[in-house]
């Protein structure tokens, strides 16, 4: 495909052997809910006015859910939650579907021989299994996308790569900031219903990321004006660039 990732999440893609590319996203339905992701009912029909997109949709499931708090955190091992600690009733707020459905669209496309190569984007391991037997058993190679989350958000700890997905994909790569920024679908498209507009809140998160790129670059110039051109715009940007546009800030009075 000419271009990939036309701002989709989780994608499984394949490329059928009459050489035509397919696209196939197992995402969720639109999730207006209190204390849910954003309402996605935008993104679905977007991708539907893209030739040889298929979206299967997931759902989301809100319950009550009673968990140990965080802190202070196990001394014995942080990584696991520490038994002295009193519980709290949360919303717990979950995806549903979507990884059962890429899981049986790429075995059903591997045993209808499809495609020859399907590239699978996620970091979740639950999807090791059903990559391997398509390897295995129908001899079709997968590779494995991750996405990268922008730097610090929703913390400054990156997310370590799935050491199943490794073992069991053909390959495993990183999709950065870049190549998202350079994959945008266009501010607006049109299908049967009406125009389709991409959300402000997007169009800021791909600015802003561009402009902190914008501010290593003159940073490592020594551009001092443009430097504080761009810091005094940080406000402008979503709380994930802001953040990490006044990290540098910091890091530059420093230096």
């Given at each position: 495909?000419?271009?990939?990732?036309?701002?989709?999440?989780?994608?499984?893609?394949?490329?059928?052997?009459?050489?035509?590319?397919?696209?196939?996203?197992?995402?969720?339905?639109?999730?207006?809910?209190?204390?849910?992701?954003?309402?996605?009912?935008?993104?679905?029909?977007?991708?539907?006015?893209?030739?040889?997109?298929?979206?299967?949709?997931?759902?989301?499931?809100?319950?009550?859910?009673?968990?140990?708090?965080v802190q202070p955190l196990n001394p014995a091992?942080?990584?696991?939650?520490?038994?002295?600690?009193?519980?709290?009733?949360?919303?717990?707020?979950?995806?549903?579907?979507s990884d059962v459905n890429l899981a049986t669209?790429?075995?059903?496309?591997?045993?209808?021989?499809?495609?020859?190569?399907?590239?699978?984007?996620?970091?979740?391991?639950?999807?090791?299994?059903?990559?391997?037997?398509?390897?295995?058993?129908?001899?079709?190679?997968?590779?494995?996308?991750?996405?990268?989350?922008?730097?610090?958000?929703?913390?400054?700890?990156?997310?370590?790569?799935?050491?199943?997905?490794?073992?069991?994909?053909?390959?495993?790569?990183?999709?950065?900031?870049?190549?998202?920024?350079?994959?945008?679908?266009?501010?607006?498209?049109?299908?049967?219903?009406?125009?389709?507009?991409?959300p402000p809140h997007l169009n800021l998160v791909?600015?802003?990321?561009?402009?902190?790129?914008?501010?290593?670059?003159?940073?490592?110039?020594?551009?001092?004006?443009?430097?504080?051109?761009?810091?005094?715009?940080?406000?402008?940007?979503?709380?994930?660039?802001?953040?990490?546009?006044?990290?540098?800030?910091?890091?530059?009075?420093?230096?």
């Amino acid at each position: 495909m000419a271009r990939p990732l036309r701002a989709c999440l989780r994608p499984v893609a394949v490329r059928p052997r009459d050489g035509r590319p397919l696209l196939h996203r197992a995402g969720q339905a639109d999730a207006a809910k209190p204390l849910g992701p954003p309402a996605t009912g935008h993104l679905p029909r977007a991708l539907a006015t893209l030739p040889n997109v298929h979206v299967r949709e997931g759902f989301f499931l809100l319950k009550i859910s009673r968990q140990p708090k965080v802190q202070p955190l196990n001394p014995a091992n942080p990584k696991i939650p520490n038994p002295a600690n009193a519980t709290v009733e949360i919303w717990l707020n979950e995806e549903k579907g979507s990884d059962v459905n890429l899981a049986t669209q790429l075995l059903l496309d591997a045993f209808d021989g499809n495609f020859d190569l399907a590239v699978v984007i996620s970091n979740d391991s639950d999807l090791a299994w059903p990559i391997l037997k398509v390897r295995t058993k129908f001899k079709r190679n997968v590779g494995v996308y991750k996405p990268e989350r922008p730097a610090g958000y929703p913390s400054a700890i990156p997310r370590p790569d799935s050491k199943e997905l490794k073992n069991n994909a053909r390959w495993f790569r990183h999709i950065e900031e870049r190549h998202l920024v350079a994959s945008q679908l266009p501010p607006t498209l049109k299908d049967a219903t009406g125009t389709i507009t991409k959300p402000p809140h997007l169009n800021l998160v791909i600015v802003g990321i561009a402009r902190r790129d914008e501010l290593e670059l003159a940073r490592s110039r020594s551009e001092p004006a443009l430097i504080a051109d761009l810091l005094r715009a940080a406000d402008r940007y979503p709380p994930e660039v802001t953040r990490t546009l006044r990290a540098w800030a910091v890091r530059l009075r420093a230096a």
